[in-house]
């Protein structure tokens, strides 16, 4: 072994690799507890040496700091739930890598430069509820994510490739987004797997929500694929958001939200081809299942194609589909079916109050081509299954309205 690599098996001897100027690859050995913040000089890596290789830190502290042409791979991360298990210096460029990580604590990936690969990353725990730096769009503010990719120069332009992402569970959801990339960026693929989340937000607010998966606007995904199931349980927990520009978006596994106002699919940027392959089901008053939004500023947001297995809700004032501007085809295999009458659901910042009706094409909303394999339902007392203010140019509905 040359000069430039060393195993580490104590945390003093981490502290002196990391201190050393002349040392490129770090090799962490065993499980190393009340580990203090480290910080990896520009080039070099950090890796495990065996699936037991961990780091643990010390109460109140964040984890490792990566100043540019980093690498970090085959380690588990863990801090507090509040803290940050990777974050990145001011000045941080060039390239980072994280790759086959298990992490507790926030991936913090706030920049103004770089390329940034993440291949397998589990997010155990995370708490960003206290993170006051927020994304905004009409004055909502979107919180940031357990996995948070943003860049905050408007100037420069940052890439990547993110695969293999994961973040929370059934029994510990992430407190905040799940993922969220935001600002210029230029990535071709964001794939997750399973995602929970609670936002924690109070019912009535009206200025936050979070996302399972967030894409912001200024940055462009060229796929995202969500492999798992992505689950929210929280008042105003969004599943799937999009302010930004996706060329291909496909959903493979279900879509389930539990809180108020927690949309299936939200888009107020735009979406070229929309594939939603597995159920979208809610259960909550305004917990839309699919919403096309026109906002001032942003006139060319849209959707090109949208297709959706099927969508069931389960509370007053939670539309299956609604739709405010125009879009292209929307195919529905499986039908759309509510359970709700009239209520309020966040809307634009607003509470408004709407009806649950299976589908609502809202004044300005045009629907290009409409093809419904089952049938729309409303179950509520009063509530039309098929509301039009707007415009649907062709439809075929294969099982008829109910």
Avoid: C
Wanted: aromatic residues 4%; hydrophobic residues 40%.
């Amino acid at each position: 072994m040359d000069g430039t690599t060393k195993t580490v098996t104590t945390v003093e001897d981490l502290v002196a690799a990391t201190q050393d100027e002349s040392m490129q690859h770090i090799l962490i050995e065993g499980e190393l507890r009340r580990v203090p913040p480290i910080a990896l000089q520009r080039g070099v890596t950090l890796t495990g040496r065996s699936p037991s290789s961990t780091l643990a830190f010390a109460e109140g502290v964040d984890g490792v700091q990566l100043h540019g042409d980093n690498a970090v791979s085959r380690l588990g991360l863990h801090t507090e739930p509040t803290r940050r298990s990777i974050f990145l210096d001011p000045a941080a460029s060039g390239s980072f890598h994280l790759v086959d990580l298990t992490v507790t604590g926030q991936v913090d990936l706030a920049t103004s430069a770089g390329h940034f690969l993440v291949d397998g990353l589990h997010i155990t725990q995370a708490d960003i509820r206290h993170r006051r730096e927020r994304p905004e769009l009409s004055g909502v503010g979107a919180m940031q994510g357990a996995f948070t990719l943003w860049n905050t120069d408007p100037r420069s332009v940052v890439t990547g490739t993110i695969r293999r992402v994961s973040a929370g569970s059934e029994q510990n959801p992430i407190r905040g987004s799940g993922v969220l990339v935001a600002g210029r960026l230029e990535i071709d693929l964001l794939e997750t797997g399973s995602i929970h989340t609670d936002g924690g937000i109070p019912d009535g607010t009206t200025d936050a929500i979070s996302g399972g998966v967030f894409v912001v606007h200024e940055a462009h995904v060229e796929t995202v694929r969500n492999i798992g199931p992505v689950t929210s349980l929280g008042t105003n927990d969004m599943l799937l958001d999009n302010w930004g520009r996706v060329d291909r978006w496909i959903a493979q596994a279900p879509l389930t939200s539990f809180g108020r106002s927690g949309v299936g699919f939200v888009n107020f940027g735009t979406v070229d081809e929309l594939r939603i392959l597995a159920p979208i089901e809610t259960h909550g008053v305004g917990a839309r299942g699919f919403n096309v939004y026109h906002l001032e500023g942003h006139p060319d947001a849209s959707v090109g194609t949208a297709e959706f297995d099927s969508i069931t809700t389960h509370g007053d004032a939670a539309i299956g589909i609604q739709i405010a501007q125009p879009i292209g085809r929307l195919t529905i295999h499986k039908g759309i079916r509510t359970h709700g009458g009239e209520g309020e659901s966040l809307v634009k910042g607003v509470l408004t109050k709407l009806s649950a009706h299976a589908l609502s094409v809202q004044r300005g909303g045009v629907i290009a081509e409409l093809e419904v394999g089952g049938t729309l339902t409303s179950t509520g007392e009063g509530v039309v299954p098929l509301h039009v203010l707007g415009e649907i140019k062709s439809a075929r509905l294969a099982g008829g309205l109910s």
